[in-house]
């Protein structure tokens, strides 16, 4: 695609062809590897910044939509002794669980945008997002659980760790801090006793 003016920069070809690629509908596609590599770092990107809010924020005051108290009420109606710290994958993938998350999630179409939305969710919410502990779920399925551990304070591991850590570099810091002033407090010293000689 070429620029129209010269302030202007061009727009890739590939660039606008993945989101006009990724604005049609699921029915328009087979398993094209492409469009799935696409859905896939999208899905990556938004669990970053997920994770990321959960690390810098107490979760238990995150508002992650403007439903959220309907999300909860009703994921707890329907899922209330669902463990929700570590999650068992039979519970959301087996055919079973598929029925009784099925009319769950229809509930929240045209109330969540893109509903039904591929997004990764971690299994164990006391770890990050890697390989052995993430799985495919729809969006909405990812705000039913994710609101609930915020809530039911399952995710302030991730923060508590997060804020740990930056005490200690903080404290460490302060410790290399004093040796520093101390090594410089020694130099003055020596400085002055040399001078006496």
Not at 172 to 195: F, H, M, P, Q, V
Request: hydrophobic share 30%; with cysteine.
């Amino acid at each position: 695609m070429e620029a129209t003016g010269e302030t202007e920069k061009p727009v890739s070809g590939e660039l606008v062809s993945v989101a006009h690629a990724l604005s049609l509908p699921a029915e328009s596609y087979g398993n094209d590897p492409d469009i799935e590599m696409a859905w896939a770092m999208r899905a990556m990107q938004h669990a970053e910044v997920y994770y990321k809010l959960i690390s810098s924020v107490d979760p238990q005051f995150l508002k992650l939509t403007k439903v959220d108290d309907q999300i909860y009420s009703e994921f707890r109606k329907n899922f209330e002794k669902l463990r929700i710290d570590i999650l068992d994958p039979e519970e959301l993938k087996s055919v079973s669980a598929k029925e009784k998350w099925r009319p769950f999630c229809l509930k929240f179409d045209g109330v969540i945008e893109d509903f039904n939305y591929g997004t990764l969710l971690r299994l164990d919410c006391s770890q990050g997002y890697t390989e052995e502990n993430t799985i495919f779920a729809p969006r909405i399925q990812f705000f039913a659980i994710e609101i609930a551990r915020n809530r039911e304070g399952h995710n302030k591991v991730v923060y508590t760790g997060v804020q740990d850590k930056e005490e200690e570099k903080g404290a460490n810091r302060g410790e290399k801090e004093k040796t520093n002033k101390g090594g410089e407090k020694e130099k003055e010293a020596n400085k002055g006793i040399n001078k006496h000689d």
